[in-house]
């Protein structure tokens, strides 16, 4: 059972146009939405991350947007750069774990910026 | 911060072998983890440690895997013996408090190609 979903596998954008990544959660216990950020050859990276209690967040170009009542957040990347090419991966974590690493992850969006 | 310290980078060996990967976390965190990155299934969790205790083993996919942390700046993720379908990049991961809203921080990871 997934129990995050995320969409698209792949996204192509032009330079600086608006990159948007969505993930649909079902466990409602989730309680940290983080989002990684992976190049090639690297390990996954934290990039931005939201708790439930918010709707928005935002970090320079990166906004993570959360729907609770539809169980959905997503990522926009504003002005997207050829540099902002790579793999996302959304994540959720239950917090009774109280621990990171019992996040769940999306499958990933390899995101391609075209100069 | 010389950030999360994996070796070897990469590895490859026949099947039937004993593979070891080495995992040395960011001084001073609590909580390390191992994850297993692969195109079908994506970052599975394998297994973490809180203060060098494991804590959770049940993502370990069989008992030819096996991990341990004799003291807080090492660990290691043994496979005996290896079998072509553990080919993955292997990831250890470490986070200060262990805490829901801990960021995980990746090493580079280990890219092991069992033949």
């Known amino acids: 059972q997934q129990q995050v979903k995320q969409s698209p596998q792949s996204l192509i954008v032009q330079k600086g146009g608006i990159s948007i990544i969505n993930c649909a959660y079902e466990n409602t216990a989730f309680d940290y939405f983080p989002w990684y950020q992976q190049f090639p050859g690297k390990g996954p990276a934290l990039l931005i991350a939201?708790?439930?209690?918010?709707s928005e967040k935002k970090e320079g170009r990166f906004t993570i947007s959360f729907n609770k009542s539809a169980k959905q957040f997503s990522l926009h990347i504003m002005d997207s750069q050829p540099g902002d090419s790579a793999t996302y991966f959304c994540?959720?974590?239950?917090?009774?774990?109280?621990?990171?690493?019992?996040?769940?992850f999306g499958d990933g969006t390899t995101l391609t910026v075209k100069p | 911060d010389a950030g999360v310290i994996q070796s070897p980078r990469h590895e490859v060996t026949e099947m039937g072998q004993e593979v070891t990967l080495r995992c040395k976390p960011i001084?001073?965190?609590?909580?390390l983890f191992w994850y297993r990155q692969t195109m079908m299934r994506g970052l599975e969790l394998l297994i973490y440690f809180n203060n060098n205790v494991p804590i959770d083993d049940s993502g370990m996919p069989e008992d030819r895997f096996s991990a341990k942390m004799p003291n807080a700046s090492f660990s290691t993720l043994k496979i005996q013996p290896s079998e072509p379908r553990d080919s993955a990049v292997y990831f250890c991961a470490s986070s200060l408090t262990g805490g829901s809203d801990s960021p995980l921080h990746f090493g580079n990871g280990t890219r092991l190609t069992v033949t």
């Open positions: 939201i708790r439930p209690d918010v």
């Open positions: 001084s001073g965190h609590n909580s």
């Open positions: 994540a959720a974590s239950l917090s009774y774990f109280t621990n990171a690493g019992k996040s769940t």
